[in-house]
């Protein structure tokens, strides 16, 4: 299945890569020669340890930080040093891990005002396409509620749907698990599956939930202190000794066999 | 779905906000019509015009979320942009006395309303140039940057008595301000404020003022926005200086410095800098208790200097009273009400209770049931 699926993308031809990311804090190297590709309809896990370089590679896609050295392309333009605006209008969407609503609007319009600037679209289009992103992530019923009294759950859901409003090609999610239940995660990885398939976007999913990693990834990029220690499929990479050695004590790759 | 239903429902819940804030002001201005009283008439025009300046902040510090301390400079250049072009050159002789005859400027003449778009383009222009840097600074530079370039502005003013006369008054402007011009150009404040926050472009700017990082994730260009609502928020200060300039016939730089600037801050942040709600009450609330507090310091004086048995039990002068009593109240609402009278919010016509109750719907009663 999982095949298929990475054949479904090549089909499709769009990727996003990453040569060499290299990104230095003051003499911290947080993300060290990292590379990957991420095919327009293929999910990618990024995994690691707290502090391996997850969120600050996902920043360095986006255009949030800039990059110490490294090349970034999305769909064969390069976009390195770009800033984030321009990254986004070319279709490269993404969450946070500390959620980044807009706490004065309703849930509704932190979709809409998604759809408006990534497309420049009317405010009754983007209202239609507000709905519509609402729906794929099965939140319309809250269309009307203040952002700011969402509970947590639902605040990731909102992000989502708001990344999936610029209608992107790429779909950066940091964390989309973190906080959920068991059957929130069910509906997540539904909901993944679904955007994949219906809107074709290329997902790269970090989260330190194993079910949702492994359920859902076509494959895993392993970091640990900013560098690459494994890549491929999921079910070869969870038995990489640098995988379990980095994980050692964490136990969520070696001692969580309910994967998938 | 319901959903275009309920957005018609929202469409004209908006609409109610620009209705019911131009019925308040128009009834102020009949108000001030009818009534025989040329103390409030003029206090209704000040207001009015005062009101273009507090929108026209607004316009920038509601939807931005930065604070300016510039927007006299704008004034300045748009109170003596105008007369420029609306004196005639006899006028002027009197009026600008150092401005040499052969100037191109010295032979112009526009009439009133011309003059006053013309004054208020200048300090666009001007605006928009200096916007170009200003829009990369943010919280507290930003400030500090917009009250340097009233600082300069004020300078070059104060200096350059070929245009403005230097620290000396301009005599001799007309009267073209009068109460239903003040009120025309506010009513078009009020409106263009309240669309451009509706706006898409109003919108981005909201969410960039809430997150930055979340906006240009999504594709807003903030520097850019914030350019756009600058500039506008500059015109609208330009044009309540050409109506003031006109309104009071005569002044100087010294009227458009730190005090007129703390008037109209204070409008905006008592009445609420989040909505043109805020600015319209704001500045309503502080024009009439302003002038009900001069009432009271004049009755107050009078009977000091006239010895009655109460006005022997007061210490001294009251001067500066209206003032004071302005700055403790913007502490006050500082303190106890960050966001201003209206909270940020606009007036409105009120949503369904049925709406309000349910604003946390569960899953379970996703269809929205009429109730
Ligand atoms: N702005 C910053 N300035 C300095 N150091 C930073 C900054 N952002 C991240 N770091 C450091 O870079 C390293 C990588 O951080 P990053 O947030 O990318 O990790 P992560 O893999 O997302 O971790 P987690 O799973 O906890 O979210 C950490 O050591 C972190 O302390
Ligand atoms: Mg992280």
Same mark, same amino acid.
């Given at each position: 299945?999982?095949?298929?699926?990475?054949?479904?993308?090549?089909?499709?031809?769009?990727?996003?890569?990453?040569?060499?990311?290299?990104?230095?804090?003051?003499?911290?190297?947080?993300?060290?020669?990292?590379?990957?590709?991420?095919?327009?309809?293929?999910?990618? +896990?990024?995994? $690691?340890?707290?502090?391996?370089?997850?969120?600050?590679?996902?920043?360095?896609?986006?255009?949030?930080?800039?990059?110490?050295?490294?090349?970034?392309?999305?769909?064969?333009?390069?976009?390195?040093?770009?800033?984030?605006?321009?990254?986004?209008?070319?279709?490269?969407?993404?969450?946070?891990?500390?959620?980044?609503?807009?706490?004065?609007?309703?849930?509704?319009?932190?979709?809409?005002?998604?759809?408006?600037?990534?497309?420049?679209?009317?405010?009754?289009?983007?209202?239609?396409?507000?709905?519509?992103?609402?729906?794929?992530? +099965?939140?319309?019923?809250?269309?009307?509620?203040?952002?700011?009294?969402?509970?947590?759950?639902?605040?990731?859901?909102?992000?989502?749907?708001?990344?999936?409003?610029?209608?992107?090609?790429?779909?950066?999610?940091?964390?989309?698990?973190?906080?959920?239940?068991?059957?929130?995660?069910?509906?997540?990885?539904?909901?993944?599956?679904?955007?994949?398939?219906?809107?074709?976007?290329?997902?790269?999913?970090?989260?330190?939930?194993?079910?949702?990693?492994?359920?859902?990834?076509?494959?895993?990029?392993?970091?640990?202190?900013?560098?690459?220690?494994?890549?491929?499929?999921?079910?070869?990479?969870?038995?990489?000794?640098?995988?379990?050695?980095?994980?050692? $004590?964490?136990?969520?790759?070696?001692?969580?066999?309910?994967?998938? | 779905?319901?959903?275009?239903?309920?957005?018609?429902? &929202?469409?004209?819940?908006?609409?109610?906000?620009?209705?019911?804030?131009?019925?308040?002001?128009?009834?102020?201005?009949?108000?001030?019509?009818?009534?025989?009283?040329?103390?409030? &008439?003029?206090?209704?025009?000040?207001?009015?015009?005062?009101?273009?300046?507090?929108?026209?902040?607004?316009?920038?510090?509601?939807?931005?979320?930065?604070?300016?301390?510039?927007?006299?400079?704008?004034?300045?250049?748009?109170?003596?942009?105008?007369?420029?072009?609306?004196?005639?050159?006899?006028?002027?002789?009197?009026?600008?006395?150092?401005?040499?005859?052969?100037?191109?400027?010295?032979?112009?003449?526009?009439?009133?309303?011309?003059?006053?778009?013309?004054?208020?383009?200048?300090?666009?222009?001007?605006?928009?140039?200096?916007?170009?840097?200003?829009?990369?600074?943010?919280?507290?530079?930003?400030?500090?940057?917009?009250?340097?370039?009233?600082?300069?502005?004020?300078?070059?003013?104060?200096?350059?008595?070929?245009?403005?006369?230097?620290?000396?008054?301009?005599?001799?402007?007309?009267?073209?301000?009068?109460?239903?011009?003040?009120?025309?150009?506010?009513?078009?404040?009020?409106?263009?404020?309240?669309?451009?926050?509706?706006?898409?472009?109003?919108?981005?700017?909201?969410?960039?003022?809430?997150? &930055?990082?979340?906006?240009?994730?999504?594709?807003?260009?903030?520097?850019?926005?914030?350019?756009?609502?600058?500039?506008?928020?500059?015109?609208?200060?330009?044009?309540?200086?050409?109506?003031?300039?006109?309104?009071?016939?005569?002044?100087?730089?010294?009227?458009?410095?730190?005090? &007129?600037?703390?008037?109209?801050?204070?409008?905006?942040?008592?009445?609420?800098?989040?909505?043109?709600?805020?600015?319209?009450?704001?500045?309503?609330?502080?024009?009439?208790?302003?002038?009900?507090?001069?009432?009271?310091?004049?009755?107050?004086?009078?009977?000091?200097?006239?010895?009655?048995?109460?006005?022997?039990?007061?210490?001294?002068?009251?001067?500066?009273?209206?003032?004071?009593?302005?700055?403790?109240?913007?502490?006050?609402?500082?303190?106890?009400?960050?966001?201003?009278?209206?909270?940020?919010?606009?007036?409105?016509?009120?949503?369904?209770?049925?709406?309000?109750?349910?604003?946390?719907?569960?899953?379970?009663?996703?269809?929205?049931?009429?109730?």
């Amino acid at each position: 299945m999982h095949q298929t699926a990475i054949d479904g993308a090549a089909g499709r031809g769009g990727q996003l890569v990453a040569s060499q990311l290299t990104k230095d804090f003051a003499g911290l190297r947080a993300v060290d020669g990292v590379s990957f590709q991420l095919a327009q309809g293929e999910i990618l +896990g990024l995994i $690691g340890p707290n502090g391996s370089g997850k969120t600050t590679t996902i920043n360095l896609l986006t255009g949030l930080l800039r990059l110490t050295s490294g090349q970034i392309t999305v769909n064969g333009t390069d976009v390195t040093g770009w800033p984030p605006h321009k990254i986004a209008r070319r279709g490269v969407a993404r969450t946070f891990q500390v959620v980044k609503l807009f706490k004065d609007f309703s849930v509704r319009e932190n979709v809409e005002v998604a759809a408006i600037s990534a497309k420049g679209v009317s405010r009754r289009e983007a209202a239609a396409r507000a709905d519509r992103a609402l729906e794929t992530v +099965g939140i319309q019923h809250l269309a009307d509620v203040p952002a700011s009294i969402l509970p947590q759950g639902e605040e990731r859901r909102v992000e989502i749907a708001r990344a999936l409003a610029t209608e992107p090609h790429f779909l950066l999610l940091d964390e989309p698990g973190a906080g959920l239940n068991d059957a929130e995660i069910e509906v997540l990885l539904a909901t993944l599956q679904r955007i994949r398939q219906e809107l074709g976007c290329g997902i790269l999913v970090v989260d330190h939930d194993m079910r949702l990693i492994m359920g859902v990834c076509d494959r895993l990029h392993v970091l640990n202190y900013g560098r690459t220690i494994a890549e491929g499929a999921p079910d070869d990479v969870r038995r990489e000794p640098a995988v379990i050695e980095a994980y050692l $004590g964490t136990e969520v790759v070696a001692g969580e066999p309910a994967g998938g | 779905m319901t959903t275009s239903r309920a957005t018609t429902g &929202e469409v004209a819940r908006r609409l109610s906000t620009p209705i019911i804030l131009l019925a308040g002001l128009l009834a102020l201005t009949l108000l001030a019509a009818v009534r025989d009283d040329i103390v409030f &008439e003029r206090v209704i025009t000040v207001m009015l015009i005062n009101l273009v300046l507090v929108v026209g902040l607004q316009i920038f510090m509601g939807n931005s979320g930065l604070g300016s301390f510039g927007q006299y400079a704008f004034v300045t250049i748009g109170a003596y942009g105008s007369i420029w072009f609306s004196l005639t050159p006899q006028q002027k002789r009197v009026a600008l006395p150092d401005m040499p005859r052969d100037w191109w400027l010295y032979e112009q003449h526009l009439p009133f309303w011309p003059s006053v778009l013309v004054g208020a383009l200048i300090a666009t222009v001007v605006g928009a140039l200096i916007g170009i840097a200003l829009v990369r600074l943010r919280g507290a530079a930003f400030m500090i940057a917009t009250f340097a370039f009233l600082i300069v502005v004020n300078r070059v003013a104060l200096q350059w008595s070929e245009v403005t006369r230097g620290s000396r008054t301009v005599i001799g402007i007309p009267k073209y301000t009068g109460l239903w011009t003040a009120f025309i150009c506010a009513a078009l404040a009020v409106v263009l404020a309240y669309a451009f926050k509706e706006s898409s472009i109003g919108l981005k700017l909201r969410a960039s003022r809430e997150d &930055e990082d979340a906006a240009a994730s999504l594709g807003v260009d903030a520097p850019r926005i914030r350019w756009v609502a600058w500039v506008i928020s500059v015109f609208f200060s330009g044009v309540g200086g050409a109506l003031w300039a006109h309104f009071i016939q005569q002044f100087s730089p010294h009227n458009f410095y730190l005090a &007129e600037t703390f008037l109209i801050v204070s409008m905006l942040i008592i009445g609420g800098t989040g909505s043109v709600s805020g600015a319209v009450i704001g500045t309503v609330a502080v024009a009439l208790a302003s002038e009900q507090l001069r009432q009271i310091e004049n009755w107050l004086n009078t009977q000091r200097t006239e010895g009655t048995w109460f006005g022997d039990l007061l210490p001294f002068q009251f001067v500066g009273f209206t003032e004071i009593v302005l700055a403790v109240a913007i502490i006050l609402v500082l303190i106890i009400r960050p966001s201003g009278i209206t909270g940020g919010r606009e007036l409105s016509w009120p949503r369904r209770w049925s709406r309000r109750r349910q604003a946390m719907p569960s899953p379970a009663d996703a269809p929205v049931k009429p109730s």
